[in-house]
């Protein structure tokens, strides 16, 4: 069984920083690349970074770029998300996801296709 959970959300003051971690169990972790996604209040998720199987590739939406910075550990089967100068923009349940590193070539977009998702974690950004 794919799981995947998704923890250190919760509330921060502009500017400050949180630290998202995604654990995964169930799948061949080195063999996934790995994206976090993110939902605000009556918008359509978004992506926001993703990562290659190897951690050698790595994508960031315009938005969050110099400010978030993903990574995983494959020895630990855990992806990371480190934000920092978080704005209220950033407010959303935030959620991993991946896909199968063999159905894709490195010309498709890395946040491409990724359908195996797992449990959100809030992040509220607010004075």
């Known amino acids: 069984e794919v799981q995947l959970q998704a923890s250190g959300g919760g509330l921060v003051q502009p500017g400050g920083s949180l630290r998202l971690s995604c654990a995964a169990s169930?799948?061949?972790?080195?063999?996934?690349?790995i994206g976090w996604f993110r939902q605000a209040p009556g918008k359509e998720r978004e992506e926001v970074s993703c990562i290659s199987s190897s951690g050698r590739r790595t994508y960031y939406t315009d938005s969050v770029k110099g400010r978030f910075t993903i990574s995983r550990d494959n020895t630990k089967n855990t992806v990371y998300l480190q934000m920092n100068s978080l704005k209220p923009e950033d407010t959303a349940v935030y959620y991993c996801a991946t896909r199968d590193d063999n159905y894709y070539s490195d010309f498709v977009p890395l946040c491409y296709g990724m359908d195996n998702w797992g449990k959100g974690t809030q992040v509220t950004v607010s004075s």
């Open positions: 169930g799948f061949i972790f080195d063999d996934y690349d």
